[in-house]
């Protein structure tokens, strides 16, 4: 009878978890894989994006020079002996630079060859000459050796970037080739540290191209960003947080924040092209419209991040300035705001370091035209960083590939240390409750 009890009576629910065990490991291993798979997959694609840009980017650090023997003829540069800056400077530098190529290579003669020779050098190279007589005056009537920026595609082709296949698909390269291993034979050629790319503005000439002028735009624009955002963001954290009454409105609020914050950011620059240009009539391209945009940007991410510090300060805080008599006003920012500093303090930096990356919203405002010049004030036209890397990419020549991925080092590097910058604040300040 037992035995017939036991055969027919259902099984224990611990058997038949017992009996599943071994399924729902594997099952759970699976997933594991799965998981440190897909982590792997996404550490190597991100390390061949930063290989990339890295490999393709660090040949712009540097650059190619060739040294010149030239001689500061005073009939050319002062003709008058006066030592004026103003005639020095008018002076006819391509003349030397010329007298100077043709001297080192008397047997070329066709205008077309004479024309690919004077072509090793950079069109900058006679401003260098114009900068070394007007800062040594004493050069003049010398003979020395000047090192000068090389063409572009001199430097492509001394840094390796050419092949033999290219060399001989353009004739001005095949040309120039030999020329190139008789001034490497004779020590004229060298690389050097590129500082103009760190010091100078944009340029038609990629050899000539530098980040200064958008890493000023940038600046402006931030600081404009900051010194509208930070504080009004700050204030309608603290008042939503901690004196807005709890009502419809306030809820119609704080749900139109969270919004905002997801908003594409091309709809913030089409309202600043709408409102700050066409209606306030404010310059076109300048930082000051650009940090406007920017500041509406990031408002909904300082807000949000300011009240999460504030509702992470524990309410014992605010009961006991309250019990020995502090008023609401200085029971928030005698105590309660100097323990959330941290945590705004991070997502405003956040918030900075998005605006910085920000590239689609200054489109819409007209900072994408060409900049030569470096902006000195907020109303002037300026670019900033990620459109420079913009119109870099979309630029035809060659040698702006490495312009544009040194760029992007640079823009990362800034990003780093903004983001490293929140994560060591929220560490070294945040309190653990």
Not at 383 to 388: A, C, D, F, W
Request: aromatic share 8%; hydrophobic share 50%.
């Amino acid at each position: 009878m037992n035995s017939l009890d036991s055969a027919l009576s259902p099984p224990r629910t611990v058997d038949a978890v017992l009996a599943s065990l071994p399924k729902r490991r594997r099952a759970e291993q699976r997933f594991r894989a799965y998981g440190l798979t897909s982590i792997v997959l996404g550490l190597c694609f991100l390390a061949i994006l930063f290989g990339s840009i890295i490999t393709k980017g660090y040949p712009a650090f540097r650059y190619t020079t060739i040294g010149l023997d030239i001689n500061f003829d005073p009939q050319i540069v002062d003709p008058e002996g006066t030592r004026n800056p103003s005639i020095m400077a008018a002076a006819d530098y391509d003349a030397l630079l010329k007298a100077s190529l043709s001297a080192l290579f008397p047997d070329v003669k066709e205008r077309t060859q004479k024309r690919a020779l004077y072509g090793l050098l950079s069109s900058s190279a006679s401003d260098t000459l114009r900068s070394v007589v007007l800062n040594k005056p004493d050069i003049i009537g010398k003979t020395e050796r000047i090192w000068l920026p090389a063409d572009d595609a001199i430097d492509m082709l001394a840094k390796g970037q050419f092949d033999s296949s290219t060399v001989e698909s353009e004739g001005r390269l095949k040309s120039q080739l030999t020329w190139i291993e008789k001034l490497e034979a004779d020590g004229r050629i060298k690389k050097a540290f590129n500082s103009t790319f760190f010091t100078k503005g944009d340029s038609r000439e990629p050899e000539s191209a530098g980040i200064w002028g958008a890493v000023v735009g940038s600046s402006f624009t931030l600081l404009v960003t900051l010194v509208l955002s930070l504080p009004i963001g700050i204030a309608a954290a603290i008042y939503l947080e901690e004196f807005a009454p709890q009502n419809r409105w306030t809820d119609f609020i704080e749900v139109n924040i969270n919004n905002l914050a997801a908003v594409p950011s091309i709809v913030f620059g089409l309202l600043g092209l709408a409102i700050f240009i066409n209606f306030f009539n404010l310059p076109r391209s300048s930082p000051l419209v650009g940090g406007l945009v920017l500041a509406l940007m990031t408002l909904p991410v300082i807000i949000i991040a300011g009240r999460s510090a504030l509702k992470s300060v524990p309410p014992s805080v605010r009961e006991a300035a309250l019990g020995v008599g502090a008023s609401s006003m200085q029971t928030v920012f005698h105590h309660v705001l100097p323990l959330a500093t941290p945590g705004m303090l991070t997502g405003a930096i956040i918030g900075m370091a998005r605006a910085l990356g920000e590239s689609a919203p200054l489109l819409m405002i007209g900072m994408v035209a060409f900049i030569v010049d470096v902006p000195t004030s907020i109303n002037q036209p300026a670019t900033v960083l990620p459109v420079q890397i913009f119109l870099w990419a979309d630029s035809p020549e060659r040698a702006f590939v490495e312009r544009t991925s040194a760029a992007i080092l640079v823009l990362m590097a800034f990003l780093i240390l903004m983001n490293g910058t929140a994560v060591y604040l929220r560490r070294r300040y945040e309190r653990r409750w």
